[in-house]
């Protein structure tokens, strides 16, 4: 079964739900950058939404220097966002501080 892009009014309605994701440039995908105390809270944040995101079959696009992790989410079975984007991002603003 494919997984469906978001419309452009599931997508805002999204974006609206989550305050703080931004769209990317290419409207794609959605992004957030957190700040941490320092790099070991950071890396059990990953570690936290790694566990969950394997569990869902849907992976982060994630990049960490020290306290700082910048996350994209896309479904590229989907070519951009979906529900599981969504879902996600969700998840990660329950574990982000």
Known sequence: MAIAQLTPTERDAALASLPLWTLAEDGLAITRTIRFADFAEA??????????????????????????????????????????????????????P
Not at 56 to 78: G, K, Q, S
Not at 82 to 90: E, P, Q
């Open 43 to 96: 890396f059990g944040f990953m570690a936290r939404v790694a566990i969950v995101a394997e569990k869902a079959d849907h992976h982060p696009e994630w990049f960490n220097v020290y306290n700082r992790v910048e996350i994209r989410l896309t479904t590229h079975d989907a070519g951009g966002l979906s529900t599981r984007d969504v879902a996600l991002a969700t998840m990660i603003d329950g574990f982000a």
